[in-house]
């Protein structure tokens, strides 16, 4: 997610407009406005500075990477059009056959 849908959320979340949320995180308004419209990129600290003024915070973890998704989309696009509807009516199938157990 990019640095500025993170703050647009957070200061909806908080239900702050970009001039209270600058006040808090002592910053301007139009700083706020440039982050949130992606003209400025802001640094992990500035950005941590105003989710904590919204109170909420950024937890990041490194993790191992997870590729698997890869394989399933690259092997999504080798299948042709029908295959693709065959394979997602067999997922059906199965969901409702599950659904009514």
Same mark, same amino acid.
């Given at each position: 997610?990019? +640095?500025?849908? @993170? /703050?647009? =959320?957070? #200061?909806?979340?908080?239900?702050?407009?970009? $001039? *209270?949320?600058?006040? #808090? %995180? $002592?910053?301007?308004? %139009? %700083? @706020? %406005? $440039? @982050? =949130?419209?992606? $003209?400025?990129?802001?640094?992990?600290? !500035?950005?941590?500075? @105003?989710?904590?003024?919204?109170? /909420? =915070?950024?937890?990041? *973890?490194?993790?191992?990477?997870?590729?698997?998704? *890869?394989?399933?989309?690259? +092997? !999504?696009?080798?299948? !042709?059009?029908?295959?693709r509807l065959r394979s997602v009516e067999e997922v059906s199938r199965f969901a409702a056959s599950a659904k009514a157990v």
């Amino acid at each position: 997610m990019a +640095a500025w849908a @993170i /703050v647009r =959320e957070a #200061r909806r979340r908080a239900g702050l407009t970009q $001039r *209270e949320l600058a006040q #808090r %995180a $002592r910053t301007s308004q %139009a %700083a @706020i %406005a $440039r @982050i =949130e419209r992606g $003209r400025q990129s802001p640094s992990l600290e !500035t950005l941590q500075r @105003i989710l904590r003024a919204c109170r /909420v =915070e950024l937890r990041l *973890e490194i993790a191992p990477y997870d590729d698997h998704l *890869e394989g399933l989309i690259e +092997a !999504t696009l080798a299948m !042709t059009p029908e295959e693709r509807l065959r394979s997602v009516e067999e997922v059906s199938r199965f969901a409702a056959s599950a659904k009514a157990v």
